[in-house]
């Protein structure tokens, strides 16, 4: 009886310690660094970048038929009223974007801070705060004029720029 008695209990801590490995590896499985929640998460994230894109895109598309709009009515000509500067002023007006600044607190020339947070909320699946800095490094959104062209920039806590796509300053009718 007692010889019974003692393989059940190893046999129950043979279980225990099964059923606590199989526990550990599922959730390694799930929440590890190649587990599938960080994978949904780097999916989700890498939509939303490209919607950053296409909300700006929007915001300046609209503010061009704003404008446009005005222009007819008024018997104006739509060039002498939608200028890049006035663009400009719009978006760092209503905070959509910030002049980029760097370590020093000196303004970088033809560079922009976007601030995802005017822009829609459901399209940043992450919070970032006012300077862009998150607990584990800085991860921003950013906007360069190059030449004739203004390109949206990604920018990892490394450092490193990933090119979105361009800001459409003279959207078409």
Known sequence: MRKEKRFSIIGLIITIIILLAVAVFAVNKIFGNEGIVSQYKEEDT???????????????????????????????????????????????????????????????????????????????????????SEGNGTKVFKIKKIDTKCMIYFVDKYGEEEELGELIMHPQI
Do not use: C, P
Request: zero cysteines; charged letters at 30%.
């Open 46 to 132: 890498e939509y939303n970048k490209h919607e950053v894109v296409e909300k700006l895109n929007l915001i300046i598309k609209e503010k061009y038929f704003g404008d446009y709009k005005y222009a007819q009515e008024n018997k104006k000509d739509i060039n002498e009223i939608y200028t890049e500067e006035a663009v400009w002023a719009f978006l760092m007006e209503n905070n959509y974007i910030n002049e980029l600044k760097d370590i020093n607190d000196n303004v970088v020339a033809n560079e922009y801070y976007i601030n995802t947070e005017y822009l829609n909320r459901d399209i940043v699946s992450y919070e970032v705060n006012k300077n862009g």
